[in-house]
């Protein structure tokens, strides 16, 4: 049975912010809200807990899996950001946008793309989650709570317990979050590639709305 923590979405009690991260780091899974809807996460150096996480979404290898930061010195430890990838993560973070960029060797092997050695990166714009990372002391791995089978993310914490108390270690209850999932895009390439377009706006990145 998974543990339930209601924490508040603007302050949350760092005595409970302790104790999820607590949970990652002794390898659990748990849920967490976001700027665009909640996610699953887990400690990223964690074969058998990413396992998990795999098996909840029904995820092959090919998925990208995002590693989520507080700040964007954070994303240059994980992944190669020259100048002009710099300047369009400043103008988009903290937001609801996931960035596929090349990865660094601090990224474990397991984690990213097999044949791009790509990783997603994200910085939410969400108390809860930033207060979590920072806790942390690094990225926490993370994807959208999406089940098999279902268009839409789940936004209610209750539903969500109800659904998975059985598959994860803890369930953050940080209130109703939304539905629509990040924006994804590829900034590997001079011109970013869109490869989902979601709650981020497309002008930010000099994209067509």
Do not use: W
């Amino acid at each position: 049975m998974s543990q339930f923590f209601q924490i508040h979405p603007e302050n949350p009690q760092p005595r409970l912010i302790r104790q999820a991260a607590q949970i990652v780091q002794e390898g659990g899974v748990i849920v967490y809200p976001t700027d665009s809807c909640y996610a699953l996460g887990c400690h990223m150096g964690d074969k058998a807990a990413l396992e998990r996480i795999r098996q909840i979404r029904q995820l092959d290898d090919k998925h990208h899996f995002t590693l989520v930061c507080n700040d964007l010195s954070a994303i240059a430890t994980y992944a190669k950001v020259d100048n002009q990838q710099y300047r369009r993560l400043k103008a988009i973070t903290p937001g609801s946008y996931t960035v596929i960029l090349q990865a660094t060797k601090e990224v474990p092997k397991r984690l990213l793309h097999p044949k791009k050695s790509t990783i997603g990166l994200r910085i939410p714009d969400h108390p809860v989650a930033l207060a979590l990372v920072e806790e942390l002391g690094e990225p926490l791995l993370s994807v959208t709570l999406l089940l098999p089978g279902e268009e839409q993310a789940p936004f209610d914490p209750y539903e969500i317990r109800s659904q998975l108390e059985r598959q994860v270690d803890l369930v953050i209850d940080g209130g109703y979050c939304g539905m629509e999932p990040t924006t994804v895009v590829d900034l590997t390439d001079d011109e970013p590639v869109l490869i989902r377009a979601g709650k981020g706006s497309l002008a930010a990145l000099g994209l067509e709305e």
